[in-house]
């Protein structure tokens, strides 16, 4: 599912890439019986690793960081949530 999320954002970052990546999550919670709550983390730790991947060559381009932004707006992550490996307290967001 982690993989789903960060090749998502990695991919293409747009309302209907949104719309389709919370279906299919959902549809696999479902069926996993797993929780929204994990839901919630399971996205974030997907962001966390397109960031580490976006990062990996040293630097944010314009384009990266509009697909992360995208996708913290879309699902209204507050900066604290995203804060477990220091991306915002690092200033990179």
Not at 16 to 32: D, I
Not at 53 to 82: C, P, S, T
């Amino acid at each position: 599912m982690v993989l789903l999320v960060k090749n998502t954002i990695l991919e293409k970052c747009s309302e209907g890439s949104m719309e389709k990546l919370k279906e299919t999550l959902y549809e696999m919670a479902q069926s996993s019986y797993i929780n929204s709550y994990e839901i919630r983390k399971v996205l974030i730790e997907g962001w966390e690793k397109a960031v580490e991947h976006f990062l990996g060559d040293g630097n944010l381009n314009v384009q990266e960081e509009i697909r992360l932004r995208f996708f913290i707006n879309y699902f209204k992550f507050k900066q604290n949530e995203l804060d477990s490996k220091g991306w915002n307290s690092k200033g990179f967001f």
